[in-house]
């Protein structure tokens, strides 16, 4: 299968609604901010929505979530190591890295797509072996188009994790949850074609990203993400004519704003027009 032959820039427009779109660990699971108050869905997270997505179109991933997963594997280590159906060993890495490396993208989308790097640490008898895939698709992290707010609640646990629930109601049974009340937010990507002929990145595999971007939070639900509270508004895919493209990624991500309210403006380029996706 030839490799992708045009480059592609994109864009995601999303809504969220009394929701918790990325918590952040450090700050009480509180929705990540940046310094000025606007919102941040972090790239990583948006990632893991996208290969879950494409988990879900029946496409094959290395990085799966525990709760998602579909090979019985207990890490990535024991996955990339197993037999079937290519048992990408240490041995395998230390023979040829370049054909392992190949062997990976072939066999999972997001490795393809993403990169990553494949890690053994050292032994009593080898030094360790590593190898670093660079993947051709990049997003950004999304922000909202203005500051959002914030609204914590305090809850009370239904269960008494320890003590006589009868007699007293432990500290454990009290907790905070948190929510963007309503915001939009926008975040951009590309996709180039020089590393996609590197990780054989094709045009179908293009298409199959283009075809989850607008179901990114369908089956993503939670107690903190409850269903229909995240939707992705629009998605906006410009395909360049050429390897190169005729525009700066910077310079087609700039031509799209973005208000408050969802509503977007694009200005045209006479010799790129994007194709406008609803969201599913």
Excluded at 56 to 66: K, S
Excluded at 127 to 138: D, K, L, N
Excluded at 208 to 231: H, N, T
Aim: charge should be neutral; charged fraction near 25%; glycine fraction near 8%.
């Amino acid at each position: 299968m030839s490799s992708l032959s045009n480059k592609i820039d994109f864009a995601v427009i999303f809504s969220v609604k009394h929701a918790n779109p990325n918590g952040d660990p450090l700050n009480g699971n509180r929705p990540r901010t940046d310094y000025d108050g606007y919102g941040e869905v972090t790239d990583v997270c948006l990632k893991r929505k996208i290969r879950d997505r494409l988990q879900t179109e029946g496409h094959q991933i290395f990085v799966q979530c525990n709760e998602k997963k579909t090979d019985g594997m207990v890490s990535l280590k024991a996955r990339a190591e197993a037999d079937k159906p290519i048992g990408l060993g240490k041995e395998a890495f230390k023979k040829n890295k370049d054909h392992a490396a190949v062997l990976a993208c072939e066999q999972w989308l997001d490795v393809r797509s993403f990169g990553q790097v494949f890690a053994f640490g050292k032994e009593a008898d080898a030094a360790g072996v590593s190898i670093a895939i660079r993947g051709p698709v990049t997003i950004q992290s999304a922000f909202s188009v203005e500051p959002v707010s914030i609204t914590s609640t305090q809850i009370t646990k239904s269960v008494n994790g320890e003590g006589n629930s009868d007699i007293k109601k432990s500290p454990d049974t009290m907790g905070m949850k948190h929510r963007v009340d309503e915001a939009i937010y926008v975040t951009y990507g590309a996709i180039t074609p020089q590393l996609a002929e590197k990780t054989g990145f094709s045009n179908d595999d293009a298409e199959a990203i283009k075809a989850v971007l607008p179901k990114l939070f369908e089956g993503d639900e939670s107690s903190a993400r409850p269903a229909g509270s995240m939707a992705v508004k629009k998605v906006i895919w410009w395909q360049h004519n050429s390897r190169a493209g005729q525009y700066s990624s910077a310079k087609v991500h700039n031509s799209l704003v973005v208000n408050a309210d969802g509503s977007y403006e694009v200005t045209s380029f006479t010799d790129l027009k994007p194709d406008e996706i609803d969201g599913f």
